[in-house]
């Protein structure tokens, strides 16, 4: 950039690759891109390739360029990682680390973005490294990500510019720009001129003015920001603007009266607006002095957007009061976001008796009964509840929800023992919630029962062996299970049997019971592509796969790569594909003919025309009985038929038909016809037709 003489630097024949511009603008050496630009067109205008943040380029760049080589440059951006780019990058990075939890962790506490920069996604891979555990709380790892994210890594970079801040004074400047993105409603912040910023934007030259916002430049640098295009940047992710806008916010109001401010323009107008549910929130945790208000105002807010686990048990009972009298205002609280949101800064001995109240009694509001059943979970508090949430799991009353998230906060307190008896009483249960709750205790506990339970809960799950009397005249909420988890914990050794028992129970099926029908015939399907892969079935069990098929038969799948994987699996099978042929075909048809047994043996997922081989291996074991039996003649024709191609038949299925053949002349001419078959007299009289209306129309051109 300072050179006195740029056409030295170009390498002949080679595009000039330019770097280090984030240096040259964090020294303030006035507008690095102008200086090159420059240094370019003293050069001669070579190629180059120029490397640098995209917020740090900027539109008038393009023009420059444009009249300066007189065209538009092409301009690439790097794409950030993807789930599976950044577990590779861990893996490699960082052997050490377990990059599923890493990365699982920060997904759980909305932190996806760290994982697309391969600089921050470093880092956390190495306090994964360093620390025992991941901070635990939400609080602690915005704490440590804010930590880790804001200061200046580059070693070439230390004498300047962001490298030269305090923690406070950098986390200060953060919090001063995500604080008013956020109030504003603006997209980014900006560094253009007045002149050319973007209408959603706020110029840094306006937020330098905050207090304790004067390193609002050199922040707008760091990794806690992310670009949005030239001149223009934006926080790593709305969470962590709220944590750090509600920080500085904190810091503003150190008086009463400041702080009955604040939150005066956040409760102004009856309700924390939604947009600013996170930042307010987070001032429980950074501002005590504020927590009671804060909590009163918007109680389930701290849930979803703050740290709970972060109260004092004052401030938990507060909560608890504050929860309390929302649901009976607003009973449903939750309709609008029924994800989990953890209520574990609760569950402390001094609220156990608050908490078991409202569990225990069914005629509380079921959304807050939904969320301190789910806050239990992982908990001590649930070993002392355990008896309750025992009670919620049986009872007929409480809603699914409840019952699962009960027998999840439950599963730690109970033996295996105790689960199995449970889960033959819910499949005893009327309805379908009970069955459908016992197969997902079958699948926590590794399908730790018999083959008969779990059969006797998969259709009673169904509605099958069950139902609710007095019968709905509403009509029913269907719901699509899937059976993949329930498939995968069945050992190998157990999966014929179960297959067996499956098929048994079938037979209860009704024939306008699609819907049951169709989980049946993918049950097993996914069991029986298991049982092939791990070798468990072979050809001397041709009988019984071909009876397990038959549940496949006429049964409409949910999913359609069950069913494709399965029919992919017996194609490359083909020693048991062919004893199931020879099983149908010598004594399983009855009086049906061949075309009709192709038929089921396609419906089967065995189709006899689908491999050449199986057409050839059928010819063969023709071949074994008397040519002038009339039956094996005309079997022998539709097998040949089958195998028919356009370019005549394969090697193999010819070479095995003539070993039935044995010189027969009428089988002869038959492959003779099959070789130049006559035309049907409807295909000669069209082509009589199209010829005459030809040359009618030749003699019309010509006299015409």
Same mark, same amino acid.
């Given at each position: 950039?300072?050179?006195?003489?740029?056409?030295?630097?170009?390498?002949?024949?080679?595009?000039?690759?330019?770097?280090?511009?984030?240096?040259?603008?964090?020294?303030?050496?006035?507008?690095? /891109?102008?200086?090159?630009?420059?240094?370019?067109?003293?050069?001669?205008?070579?190629?180059? /390739?120029?490397?640098?943040?995209?917020?740090?380029?900027?539109?008038?760049?393009?023009?420059?360029? +444009?009249?300066?080589?007189?065209?538009?440059?092409?301009?690439?951006?790097?794409?950030?990682?993807?789930?599976?780019?950044?577990?590779?990058?861990?893996?490699?990075? !960082?052997?050490?680390?377990?990059?599923?939890?890493?990365?699982?962790?920060?997904?759980?506490?909305?932190?996806?973005?760290?994982?697309?920069?391969? #600089?921050?996604?470093?880092?956390?891979?190495?306090?994964?490294?360093?620390?025992?555990?991941?901070?635990?709380?939400?609080?602690?790892?915005?704490?440590?990500?804010?930590? %880790?994210?804001?200061?200046?890594?580059?070693?070439?970079?230390?004498?300047?510019?962001?490298?030269?801040?305090?923690?406070?004074?950098?986390?200060?400047?953060?919090?001063?720009?995500?604080?008013?993105? =956020?109030?504003?409603?603006?997209?980014?912040?900006?560094?253009?001129?007045?002149?050319?910023?973007?209408?959603?934007?706020? +110029?840094?030259?306006?937020?330098?003015?905050?207090?304790?916002?004067?390193?609002?430049?050199?922040?707008? *640098?760091?990794?806690?920001?992310?670009?949005?295009?030239?001149?223009?940047?934006?926080?790593?992710?709305?969470?962590?603007?709220?944590?750090?806008?509600?920080?500085?916010?904190?810091?503003?109001?150190? *008086?009463?009266?400041?702080?009955?401010?604040?939150?005066?323009?956040?409760?102004?107008?009856?309700?924390?607006?939604?947009?600013?549910?996170?930042?307010?929130?987070?001032?429980?945790?950074? *501002?005590?002095?504020?927590?009671?208000?804060?909590?009163?105002?918007?109680?389930?807010? $701290?849930?979803?957007?703050?740290?709970?686990?972060?109260?004092?048990?004052? =401030?938990? &009972?507060?909560?608890?009061?504050?929860?309390?009298?929302?649901?009976?205002?607003?009973?449903?609280?939750? *309709?609008?976001?029924?994800?989990?949101?953890?209520?574990?800064?609760?569950? $402390?001995?001094?609220?156990?008796?608050?908490?078991?109240?409202?569990?225990?009694?069914?005629?509380? @509001?079921?959304?807050?009964?939904?969320?301190?059943?789910?806050?239990?979970?992982?908990?001590?508090?649930?070993?002392?509840?355990?008896?309750?949430?025992?009670?919620?799991?049986?009872?007929?009353?409480?809603?699914?929800?409840?019952?699962?998230?009960?027998?999840?906060?439950?599963?730690? !307190?109970?033996?295996?023992?105790?689960?199995?008896?449970?889960?033959?009483?819910?499949?005893?249960?009327?309805?379908?919630?009970?069955?459908?709750?016992?197969?997902?205790? /079958?699948?926590? /506990?590794?399908?730790?029962?018999?083959?008969?339970?779990?059969?006797?809960?998969?259709?009673?799950?169904?509605?099958?062996?069950?139902?609710?009397?007095?019968?709905?005249?509403?009509?029913?909420?269907?719901?699509?299970?899937?059976?993949?988890?329930?498939?995968?914990?069945?050992?190998?050794?157990?999966?014929?049997?179960?297959?067996?028992?499956?098929?048994?129970?079938?037979?209860?099926?009704?024939?306008?019971?699609?819907?049951?029908? @169709?989980?049946?015939?993918?049950?097993?399907?996914?069991?029986?592509?298991?049982?092939?892969?791990?070798?468990?079935?072979?050809?001397?069990?041709?009988?019984?796969?071909?009876?397990?098929?038959?549940?496949?038969?006429?049964?409409?799948?949910?999913?359609?790569?069950?069913?494709?994987?399965?029919? &992919?699996?017996?194609?490359?099978?083909?020693?048991?594909?062919?004893?199931?042929?020879?099983?149908?075909?010598?004594?399983?048809?009855?009086?049906?003919?061949?075309?009709?047994?192709?038929?089921?043996?396609?419906?089967? =997922?065995?189709?006899?025309?689908?491999?050449?081989? &199986?057409?050839?291996?059928?010819?063969?074991?023709?071949?074994?009985? &008397?040519?002038?039996?009339?039956?094996?003649?005309?079997?022998?024709?539709?097998?040949?038929?089958?195998?028919?191609?356009?370019?005549? #038949?394969?090697?193999?299925?010819?070479?095995?038909?003539?070993?039935?053949?044995?010189?027969?002349?009428?089988?002869?001419?038959?492959?003779?016809? %099959?070789?130049?078959?006559?035309?049907? @007299?409807?295909?000669?009289?069209?082509?009589?037709?199209?010829?005459?209306?030809?040359?009618?129309?030749?003699?019309?051109?010509?006299?015409?």
């Amino acid at each position: 950039m300072n050179a006195k003489n740029p056409e030295r630097l170009i390498p002949p024949g080679n595009p000039l690759l330019i770097d280090g511009l984030d240096e040259a603008m964090s020294r303030g050496e006035g507008d690095a /891109i102008d200086a090159i630009l420059a240094q370019l067109e003293a050069a001669g205008a070579p190629s180059f /390739i120029l490397s640098c943040r995209s917020r740090e380029w900027q539109a008038r760049s393009v023009t420059n360029l +444009r009249q300066l080589y007189g065209a538009d440059p092409k301009i690439l951006t790097l794409q950030p990682f993807d789930f599976a780019e950044a577990r590779a990058y861990l893996v490699a990075q !960082h052997p050490t680390a377990d990059a599923e939890h890493v990365l699982d962790h920060l997904a759980a506490h909305n932190l996806d973005e760290l994982c697309r920069n391969p #600089l921050t996604l470093g880092l956390m891979g190495r306090v994964a490294e360093s620390d025992t555990n991941l901070p635990a709380t939400r609080a602690a790892l915005f704490e440590r990500v804010c930590a %880790l994210v804001w200061p200046e890594h580059d070693a070439d970079r230390q004498d300047y510019g962001l490298a030269q801040l305090a923690e406070d004074e950098a986390l200060d400047a953060a919090g001063a720009i995500s604080a008013s993105l =956020l109030f504003a409603g603006a997209e980014a912040a900006s560094t253009a001129g007045a002149a050319h910023v973007q209408q959603s934007d706020l +110029r840094l030259v306006d937020l330098e003015k905050l207090p304790q916002a004067q390193a609002v430049r050199s922040m707008f *640098s760091s990794k806690l920001f992310h670009s949005a295009g030239p001149s223009r940047a934006r926080p790593i992710h709305r969470v962590v603007a709220e944590f750090l806008g509600s920080r500085w916010l904190s810091r503003q109001a150190p *008086s009463p009266r400041v702080q009955r401010r604040v939150l005066a323009q956040l409760h102004g107008s009856g309700g924390v607006p939604a947009s600013l549910r996170g930042l307010h929130a987070w001032l429980a945790y950074h *501002s005590p002095s504020m927590s009671r208000r804060v909590i009163s105002a918007d109680p389930y807010g $701290i849930l979803r957007y703050g740290e709970p686990a972060a109260l004092t048990p004052q =401030l938990a &009972d507060c909560l608890f009061e504050a929860l309390c009298v929302l649901a009976e205002d607003d009973p449903y609280f939750r *309709s609008a976001d029924w994800d989990s949101k953890t209520a574990a800064g609760l569950m $402390i001995p001094t609220l156990k008796a608050k908490i078991q109240g409202i569990i225990d009694t069914a005629g509380s @509001s079921v959304h807050l009964r939904s969320l301190l059943i789910e806050g239990l979970k992982g908990t001590p508090l649930a070993a002392d509840l355990a008896d309750t949430l025992e009670s919620v799991v049986l009872s007929q009353e409480r809603c699914y929800r409840e019952r699962e998230d009960a027998a999840k906060a439950l599963l730690p !307190h109970r033996e295996r023992k105790w689960w199995r008896s449970t889960i033959a009483i819910l499949t005893n249960q009327a309805g379908s919630d009970a069955p459908r709750l016992a197969r997902q205790l /079958i699948q926590h /506990i590794d399908a730790d029962v018999s083959d008969e339970v779990i059969v006797a809960t998969l259709f009673a799950e169904m509605g099958v062996t069950s139902c609710t009397l007095p019968r709905r005249t509403k009509r029913q909420v269907q719901t699509v299970r899937r059976y993949r988890r329930l498939v995968d914990a069945i050992p190998s050794s157990r999966r014929s049997g179960l297959i067996d028992l499956i098929v048994d129970y079938a037979e209860l099926l009704r024939e306008d019971d699609w819907r049951s029908r @169709s989980h049946v015939a993918d049950i097993v399907a996914q069991l029986l592509t298991l049982a092939i892969d791990d070798g468990g079935v072979c050809a001397a069990q041709a009988p019984v796969v071909w009876r397990w098929l038959g549940v496949i038969e006429h049964a409409h799948s949910y999913d359609n790569d069950v069913r494709q994987t399965l029919a &992919d699996r017996l194609a490359k099978h083909d020693p048991l594909r062919r004893a199931i042929h020879a099983h149908v075909m010598d004594g399983n048809r009855g009086t049906q003919t061949l075309l009709t047994t192709a038929y089921y043996l396609k419906l089967r =997922l065995v189709g006899l025309s689908a491999q050449p081989g &199986d057409i050839a291996y059928a010819l063969g074991r023709l071949a074994q009985g &008397d040519t002038r039996n009339l039956e094996f003649r005309q079997e022998w024709m539709e097998l040949v038929r089958r195998g028919w191609r356009p370019d005549g #038949l394969d090697p193999d299925i010819r070479a095995a038909s003539e070993a039935f053949r044995r010189g027969d002349k009428v089988l002869e001419d038959f492959l003779r016809q %099959l070789e130049s078959p006559k035309k049907p @007299s409807w295909i000669i009289k069209q082509e009589q037709q199209v010829a005459k209306r030809d040359r009618k129309r030749r003699v019309e051109f010509e006299t015409g």
